[in-house]
């Protein structure tokens, strides 16, 4: 899993009834954009995020 610094994560929930954790990635920490990434989630918190199967990087919209 690759990324960059303003990609969104996405973390499904693996329980029924729980809702999509999302976040945006302010700070990639791995080599070649690799993990660990450092997102800020929207209820304001940040973590450094390892994702597993259950995460999805949605790349932001890049200028030309």
């Not at 499904?12 to 945006?24: I, P, R, T």
């Amino acid at each position: 899993m690759q990324a960059a610094v303003g990609d969104r994560l996405v973390v499904h929930s693996a329980v029924v009834g729980e809702h999509e954790k999302h976040g945006e990635i302010i700070e990639v920490r791995g080599p070649e954009g690799g993990p660990p990434f450092l997102v800020r989630f929207e209820d304001g918190h940040e973590a450094l995020v390892f994702p597993g199967p259950d995460a999805v990087v949605v790349a932001a919209q890049r200028g030309s």
